[in-house]
Every structure is written in structure tokens, then in C-alpha cells.
């Protein structure tokens, strides 16, 4: 997976806060960060791994590249991820300061074509001065590696493969074929037999001069 780890830029967090920063004593409850991909590549998002550092929610925007009116490329931006929950009581420390991976199948839409993503950080709690994420890593959808190769099924070199066991063997079909036969006539047997007791050397109940004289 490390191959798959997309080289982008990531910027410093950005507070988001109302009135002016510099006469505002106050906390400000939410910063985000924007990271910007390689604008020469489709960029399809497989998933994003972090470490938390005393955040509480994250929200996710991805900007995409769309089909617009007359077939025209726009730009367009779309929420994959809302308010998701990192730490489970924001006064507290748990999961402050855990790593955390959301894969695609986490959002709410198949997250291709992303030119930029913005990761919004919320901690509604006034005790920690600072929170941010750290360590973060985007993965990329390779669609045409996966295709040629599932990922829980490694190919196998010659050695490794299995061997082809059904050389020399006849067709399963005529296999099934003659038993179906053998199956019919041994139910037709059964059926036509009877109870009766037949002797050795009795015919019709009398014996045979000439093969009494073996006894």
C-alpha cells in the first residue's frame, strides 16, 4: 500500500474564527487544512490515514473535476465526510491522540478526480490550546492495478501454482453419463428379481439322474 501513497501538498492549518484574530482573545473552535494534488493526474482517493491531535470531528471536502454544461470540465465542491467523531468526549483525552484511517468506503461518494481536499478540524472543548492532524497520507485507486491483480490474491509463480489434475482424466461428463446407466439397470434388476429359492441342482422342482450320480 506504501507504493500507493500520493506525493501532495500538504499547508499549515488555517483558524477559522469570526472578527479580528489579533484583538480576539478567544479560542478559535475549528481550523482547516488544505492539501492540493498534482494537477497533471487524475487523482481517484482510496483512502486518507492520519494521526489525531486532540481534534474532535473532521469534516472532509473534496473539490472534483466534473462534466459541466457542453461537455466542459468544472470544478465543483462536494462534503465525503461530515462531522466524524475522533475523540469520544472532547473534554477528555480519549482518542486524542490516535491514528486513524477512512477508507473510500467511508464516504459518501466514490472520491475520483480530486484536485483538492480540505480537512476540516472542530473541537467545540475551551481546554486544549492547540489541535490539529499529523502524519497524514492519501493512498490512490490504481484502477488498472486492480484489475490485473485482486488484493488478497497474489500471483502465484509456476512453482506455487497448483497442478493441472485434470490431465489424463476422462471427460466428468461421460463419467456421470455411464453411472446415470449403471444406476437405471441396477434399479431394474432389483425391481424384476424374486423371492423365490432356487435349489442347486433341482430343474422344475425334480433332479437329474446325471447329476445325482455326482453327489
Request: glycine residues 4%; proline residues 6%.
Amino acid at each position: 500500500m506504501a507504493d500507493n501513497c500520493i506525493a501532495c501538498l500538504i499547508k499549515s492549518p488555517v483558524a477559522l474564527q469570526s472578527g479580528d484574530l489579533k484583538t480576539d482573545s478567544s479560542k478559535p473552535g475549528v481550523f482547516v487544512i488544505e492539501v492540493t494534488f498534482p494537477k497533471e493526474r487524475i487523482t481517484n482517493i482510496e483512502k486518507i490515514t492520519f494521526k489525531n491531535y486532540y481534534t474532535a470531528f473532521l469534516t472532509i471536502r473534496l473539490q472534483q473535476r466534473v462534466s459541466g454544461e457542453s461537455d466542459k470540465t468544472v470544478l465543483k465542491w462536494k462534503t465525503c465526510l461530515r462531522n466524524m467523531c475522533l475523540m469520544s468526549n472532547p473534554h477528555t483525552e480519549n482518542g486524542s491522540q490516535d491514528y486513524f484511517s477512512i477508507s473510500k468506503q467511508q464516504m459518501l461518494f466514490e472520491p475520483n478526480d480530486v484536485m483538492t481536499m480540505r480537512l476540516i478540524l472542530r473541537q467545540p472543548s475551551p481546554v486544549w490550546v492547540n489541535f490539529t492532524l499529523e502524519d497524514i497520507k492519501v493512498y490512490e485507486y490504481n484502477i488498472n492495478k486492480n484489475q490485473e491483480q485482486g488484493p488478497w490474491l497474489p500471483k502465484l509463480t509456476p512453482s506455487e501454482q497448483p497442478l493441472n489434475l485434470s490431465d489424463g482424466l476422462p471427460d466428468p461428463d461421460v463419467v456421470a453419463s455411464s453411472v446415470q446407466q449403471m444406476w437405471v439397470l441396477t434399479e431394474m434388476v432389483q425391481n424384476n428379481s424374486t423371492s423365490a429359492r432356487v435349489g442347486r441342482f433341482d430343474v422344475d422342482g425334480s433332479y437329474d439322474v446325471n447329476m445325482l450320480s455326482y453327489i
